[in-house]
């Protein structure tokens, strides 16, 4: 039934293997909803009962002749949360569409697709993607394809936006902070994903293919700019021959007066009697700095603190030592100091257009994944010390510095599938 049903740019795609919808040496005739295997109906005897639906918890069945319907409860699901970084998603869609390889990882290239598509049919993994993969797939040139891709191959689970993520952390941290209690804190990823992550596939999938190409330009221009800033930061670290202390006592000194200043920047702009555009002013709203202000006053208010009290709590909570232990925080932090140092040792290639956006990744996904697969300059920079020891989240690092190690994890994985799920899988979507 792939690409049954076609209306202007949405397709209905089933998952898993095309099959003949046969049983023995039964077929059906013309089209059916029911397909294949077929089993013999408890009903009307004849061996027409195929599979009608899949998906969450339950399998439903219907006999192609006289319509009985059965539901069946799916086993139980433990999934591995994977992600992969635009490298992956890119590499994936070069071995679907006939397009080159990494030179020196060809072969990686293969086994690992096949690998990642038999654990995500068995269900024992996805691979989320967020708004991180979006911007890079909107600069992509088949940007359509490519996230179309990922969103069927890998299971369609869509993160939280990072900057979201960002700030539901800022959000735990502040309130411990004015409870003067110990931060309450959950990595489950349920917080930051659209569904549970122990639901079976979906059978069917709707494919949106949505064009993003006027963003393109602007996404665009808004790396370069950060680019080149990073380079002038760079630059800096290379003329005053940066150590890695002072460099993260000044990403963690700095997050304070930045805040501060973000924030006086954003009412300037409200405020300014020529800023009527109306656009500008909803840009405004939505700045990140904006709503964690004022998710931070909902906060103080519940607390019964006073409204002319707000601001200064607020700065008081933006100076404290609480924000050097908010995770995407002290992550992003111990890489840029890691990053210095190797600038300041001559490296000059590790400060890319690829860098901000991997360490933000990297800071903000990496407590609640349980694997990230990423550039093998940040996954180098991860084993370092003091970053190996004084950093903490839960997921696994791979990266290309050593292929076999992903490969391994893959076939563990999918070795360790439940008897009961690889045969309900191989039913439902056809496990090649």
């Not at 049903?5 to 040496?25: I, M, Q, T």
């Not at 602007?218 to 800033?229: K, M």
């Not at 300037?268 to 990140?288: F, G, I, T, W």
């Not at 300059?377 to 992903?406: G, H, M, N, Q």
Request: glycine share 6%.
């Amino acid at each position: 039934m792939t690409d049954a049903v076609k209306c202007a740019n949405v397709r209905l795609r089933e998952r898993g293997k095309d099959k003949l919808l046969e049983s023995g040496g039964f077929a059906l005739s013309g089209f059916s909803w029911e397909r294949g295997p077929f089993t013999r109906c408890a009903n009307c005897l004849q061996p027409t009962m195929g599979i009608l639906s899949a998906g969450g918890e339950l399998l439903t069945k219907r006999c192609a002749n006289c319509r009985a319907t059965v539901q069946i409860p799916l086993p139980k699901l433990n999934k591995k949360a994977i992600y992969l970084d635009q490298f992956m998603f890119s590499m994936i869609y070069a071995i679907q569409n006939g397009g080159n390889l990494p030179k020196g990882h060809e072969s990686f290239a293969k086994e690992v697709y096949a690998l990642l598509r038999r654990c995500v049919v068995l269900q024992q993994v996805f691979l989320p993607h967020s708004d991180i993969h979006h911007d890079e797939t909107t600069v992509f040139h088949s940007p359509i394809d490519l996230r179309g891709l990922y969103e069927f191959f890998g299971g369609d689970v869509s993160l939280m936006d990072s900057r979201d993520v960002e700030l539901l952390q800022d959000i735990q941290f502040a309130k411990a902070y004015f409870d003067s209690a110990e931060p309450a804190v959950s990595f489950d990823l349920e917080q930051i994903s659209d569904i549970e992550r122990n639901e079976w596939l979906s059978d069917m999938f709707i494919d949106v293919r949505a064009d993003y190409s006027q963003f393109a330009d602007h996404i665009r221009a808004v790396r370069g700019e950060v680019h080149g800033a990073m380079r002038q930061i760079a630059d800096s670290w290379l003329e005053k021959k940066a150590t890695f202390a002072n460099v993260l006592e000044s990403e963690f000194s700095a997050i304070g007066p930045e805040k501060k200043r973000a924030f006086a920047k954003w009412f300037q702009d409200v405020l300014n009697p020529e800023s009527k555009d109306p656009m500008l002013l909803l840009e405004a709203s939505n700045r990140p700095i904006y709503r964690e202000y004022r998710e931070l006053c909902r906060l103080l208010e519940e607390r019964g603190v006073d409204e002319g009290q707000h601001p200064i709590k607020i700065v008081e909570f933006w100076h404290s030592d609480q924000q050097r232990e908010i995770p995407h925080q002290k992550i992003s932090a111990y890489l840029f100091a890691a990053v210095a140092r190797r600038v300041a040792m001559g490296e000059k290639r590790i400060v890319d257009r690829g860098l901000v956006n991997d360490v933000r990744t990297i800071s903000v996904y990496a407590p609640y994944m349980d694997a990230l697969f990423i550039d093998k300059r940040c996954a180098v920079l991860l084993k370092e010390e003091p970053l190996a020891t004084a950093l903490e989240y839960k997921a696994r690092i791979f990266s290309l510095s050593d292929p076999d190690e992903f490969l391994g994890y893959l076939r563990e994985i999918e070795g360790n599938t439940p008897d009961e799920v690889r045969e309900y899988a191989e039913m439902i979507y056809g496990v090649e």
